[in-house]
């Protein structure tokens, strides 16, 4: 607990009524006693290094290192990852691995070095240890990527876990990317990063941090080659970035700095080396593979925060179908609970909901259910009743049952970190899938105690199962999200095996791809909370998290037209695009903004829908291969340093590059391309990269380029699949990869392949010879 905690409460007595403020007082004052009591002062504390090297102990894919005052244990494995832990940390156990640690890399082996120090070589990668504990990582070649300082404790005399902090040396033309979704991204500036899950309490614009969901995964990319960091550890902790600077004083570089600041916890991390895609690929193998949404996940989604009944809900999806609005599911926030109970669906306002459920999948719309960790805690009330049975709900260091403050007014939360509980709750989406919904989306789940207000819910001292090994919340706070995701996921796997599930979290931690979506929260409404939403998807994506997008809303205020127009648009090439409606927001729809607002909405909407079959199929790439559908421009070229700088586009595959537009009254705007040649998609005018070209952008769209040579998947006029194929510049060939729609079962279907060759003035299109099946219409564009 801290006083910022407990500013937020007395804050909330003013802005969310008497009654609901001082409960919510009350429950700050409990959360500060708690501590108070579970989690001593550290007092004095003991300074400590590794010391020197005495000995080494080889072993199956390196060995360990004994220092004077640690251990270190290294191991390359099989998959080309690199992973060292001090002090005789291991790999396991873990929530960000999908599994157990990858087999050890049998060619890679611990052999001495020069000046007392240690090396492993292996395929991809050299790490050296010197003699004082400094760990470099280095190309096949020897180019350094990372040098690792020695590692330093602060031991409590008292005892206690220790906090340490680790710094770290890379190339001086490197730059930083990951961390989570940071809307100071995609390329994360010199200063401080939280990591520890956060409901702000208000909307986030560029330069808030931190963010809901928040991991220790960086990307490095640099000259040299790119690498990605992860430091497994769970804890509060702090990043702090410095990028270097070339031929700083007197003509020497100054590398790029990285300082990890943790409060507790095993100082253990992994490493890996190559191209992005190498890296994105590994990086999934470690964590899981993501997650694939049904195909109706991938179209267009609509959410209302609040739902005053069937009526309603009629009445929206009437609007849509009338001004010839897509509309592929419909989000029910919270006000359509009983009572704002979890699992309880409103009779009296919905009391014929799976009829009206059934009615809308006949015409192609899901309902998709709002779910929060909260519980009522109220003898009675059936959730409750049953986890305080089972004895689920997270305690205080006393023994007591933790009770926070949530929309149902005071609540009490499931340990999602006991298997469990974790299968008592998946069991409860039963009710949820009898009323007719077919997605979910988890909110709240930092966890907070009332949305609105941005509190630390449990007390740091909370005590929790992970997984029997017991600990606090100091350790399970960032994996909250993660641990419910995956009770909605599993429970939902069970109850119903025949489908995949839609879960949508909007926090989690590294590995959360394994069990669904997530999705930018309170970004800010403004023009520059256009340019966080993007900056939290990209780096979301680079973090093994495909499947993201905004909310196309007024969550802090109505929007204006043009602004709704520009986030409409961007949203519409993210993963996941969604709109929402809300109090705030004024409760407007795209018809409510008027005639031209309408038609330029609908143009965006169709073009999604147009789109959707090549949203399949980056969806199962992502599934396949860990390449995230929404990539930064850089992704095909980090060697160019112009493009490891651009920030505002985006490539979305490898087909298409979205520019999206974001201030007032701009209706031309500057690409940076990457090498090659690119179409713009409306008008067709080539454009020869890299290198920086001026394109339009009117008010009723933002400029999108295809690759040329790119094969794109489409939906045909008569709803088919059918294939855009973007002209190869004269000399060149191209290609690309299908993956058609198998429902929303869990068949896998085959890629399909292409390559396209140019011949004089005609385009030739060919299936990879062996793939069965027949060719698809095609249609070729960019010859004129």
Known sequence: ??????????????????????????????????????????????????????????????????????????????????????????????????GPCPEPDPRAVLEPDKDGGWRVVAERVTVTVSRRGAVEVCTPGGVLLRRDLPPRWWEPAGGGPARWTQRSQVAADARFFGLGGRASGPRLRDGVHRLWNTDPGHTSAPGDDPAHLTMPVQLVVADAGTHLVFHDNSWDGTVTLREGEEGAGSGHDRPGASELRMDGGPLRCWVIVGTPAR?????????????????????????????????????????????????????????????????????????????????LRRDGIRLVSAVGPGVRAAPGDAVYDSGAARDAFVRDVSGNVVRGVGRPGETVFPDFTDARVRAWWGGLYRERLDQGFSGFWHDGDEPTSFAAFGERTLPRSARHALEGRGGDHREAHNVYGLCMARAGYEGLCALLPEERPFVLSRSGWAGTQRYGGTWTGGAATGWPGLRASLALVLGLGLCGVPCAGLDVDGSDGVPSPELFLRRLQLGSYLPLFRTYAGVRAGWREPWEFGPEVLAHARGALVERRRLLPYFVTLAHLARRTGAPCARPVWWNSPEDRALRDCGDAFLLGDALLVAPVFGPGVRQRVVRLPRGRWYDTVTEQAYEGPGQVRVDAPLGRIPVLARAGAVVPVRGERGGLELEVWAPAPGRTGGGQVVPDAGDGWDEPEIERYAVRRQGREVVVEREEGAGGPMRPVRVRGLG
């Open 279 to 359: 890296v994105a690929h590994t990086w999934a193998s470690l964590t899981g593979a993501a997650a694939l949404p049904p195909a109706w996940a991938l179209g267009h989604q609509h959410a209302r925060g609040d739902v005053g009944g069937e009526q309603e809900l009629r009445r929206v999806v009437d609007g849509y179908q009338e001004h010839g609005l897509p509309l592929d599911a419909v989000h029910l926030g919270s006000g359509h609970h009983d009572a704002h109970r979890v699992f309880t669906v409103d009779q009296e306002r919905f009391g014929k909901l799976p009829v009206l459920a059934e009615e």
């Open 1 to 98: 607990m801290d006083g910022r905690d407990l500013v937020r409460s007395v804050k909330a007595v003013g802005s969310a009524g008497a009654a609901q403020g001082v409960r919510t007082v009350r429950a700050a004052w409990r959360r500060r006693r708690a501590d108070a009591k579970g989690l001593p002062p550290r007092g004095a504390e003991r300074a400590r290094v590794p010391g020197e090297v005495r000995d080494a102990q080889s072993g199956p894919g390196g060995g360990v290192l004994r220092f004077s005052r640690s251990r270190l244990r290294v191991l390359v494995a099989v998959n080309g990852a690199v992973f060292w832990g001090w002090d005789g940390a291991g790999p396991e156990p873990s929530y960000a691995l999908a």
